[in-house]
């Protein structure tokens, strides 16, 4: 799925893993409400903490794949 606001795009993928920078800790992605990425088990962050996160499957940060749209 793609992530759209103000003019900043970026793609999360409900199910899959990702953790913080200074934490081996993997959680799930399970739902994205507004700008609020909810994990199991039982944490949630906001989309400027969240672009921050490492995937797991790549091991490369979300905000690697912001692309900024020029209106």
């Known amino acids: 799925m793609e992530y759209k606001?103000?003019?900043?795009?970026?793609?999360?993928?409900i199910g899959e893993k990702?953790?913080?920078?200074?934490?081996?800790?993997e959680l799930t992605l399970v739902k994205v409400d507004?700008?609020?990425?909810?994990?199991?088990?039982?944490?949630?962050?906001?989309?400027?903490?969240?672009?921050?996160?490492?995937?797991?499957k790549t091991g490369k940060k979300v905000c690697d794949g912001i692309q900024r749209r020029l209106f």
């Open 34 to 56: 507004r700008f609020k990425f909810i994990f199991e088990p039982y944490h949630w962050c906001t989309d400027t903490v969240f672009s921050d996160m490492i995937r797991v």
């Open 18 to 25: 990702y953790r913080f920078i200074n934490d081996s800790s």
């Open 5 to 13: 606001k103000d003019g900043i795009n970026f793609n999360y993928y």
